[in-house]
């Protein structure tokens, strides 16, 4: 029989390829890394006169209680987790609220008025914009499901109830009360494509890198971005500052 080589190895090749595009098809399902907060109006300034711009910006820390906080069950009786006794309600809800408090004072800094980390005791001054909020819900999630399945299982969430108020020498005034929810993107998946003949080590790496991004530390950054957008557009809607329609400051 006689052969044409050169039609073989060119569907041989294609073969392979299929092959290779049906596994990356199958590894990966959007964005692994994604993140999506969702944001609830609650209550919004009605007073129907114009406010005195804000001087200053005050970040509380956002209370919690334990009774909310989920810890992840498989790492909660690792050796090093028990020795740091790092895997508890009160040690993953301070963290919690650090990380949230950190990351929107430094997102409130681009609306371009003065911003500070307040503490529980302190009093604002007049004209001052109070930002105040409590994590209703903080969960861990599952590390050891994030990094087997990676397929958006075991992923944290955290949910949050914020308020702002703008001090004024009789009483605060409600600028705005909305609510967050943040939590891993609908149909988002980190599947690794060995299919396609990808090193197994190298995979699992990716799932680590991956796992980072999913945890309560991760969301609590990411609602606390999300959350100054939301105060940073109710800002422009009250004339105090510019901003485009996702919420960011423009100058």
Do not use: C
Not at 59 to 65: G, L, Q
Not at 222 to 242: C, E, F, N, V, Y
């Amino acid at each position: 029989m006689n052969w044409n080589w050169r039609s073989v190895v060119s569907a041989f090749a294609i073969t392979i390829l299929s092959i290779a595009v049906v596994g990356v098809a199958r590894g990966y399902v959007d964005n692994p890394l994604s993140a999506h907060v969702q944001i609830t109006d609650v209550q919004g300034y009605s007073g129907g006169k114009s406010l005195p711009k804000s001087s200053k910006i005050l970040v509380y820390d956002f209370a919690i209680s334990p009774m909310n906080v989920q810890v992840d069950k498989s790492q909660e009786v690792r050796l090093r987790h028990l020795i740091e006794g790092d895997k508890n309600p009160e040690k993953i809800g301070e963290n919690a609220v650090n990380e949230l408090s950190k990351e929107l004072v430094k997102a409130l800094k681009k609306t371009g008025i003065p911003v500070e980390h307040a503490a529980e005791s302190s009093t604002p001054p007049a004209n001052a914009l109070v930002v105040k909020g409590a994590f209703l819900s903080v969960k861990e999630g599952d590390k050891a499901e994030r990094v087997v399945m990676d397929l958006g299982e075991g992923s944290a969430e955290v949910k949050t109830k914020v308020e702002t108020h703008l001090k004024q020498s009789d009483e605060p005034i409600l600028i705005s009360s909305f609510q967050t929810d943040t939590t891993l993107t609908n149909n988002v998946g980190a599947a690794v494509p060995v299919a396609a003949g990808v090193d197994p080590a190298a995979a699992a790496a990716k799932s680590k890198i991956s796992d980072r991004k999913k945890t309560v530390s991760a969301y609590a950054a990411k609602t606390a971005d999300a959350a100054a957008k939301q105060i940073t557009s109710t800002m422009a809607g009250l004339g105090w500052i510019k901003a485009d329609s996702k919420g960011n400051a423009s100058h």
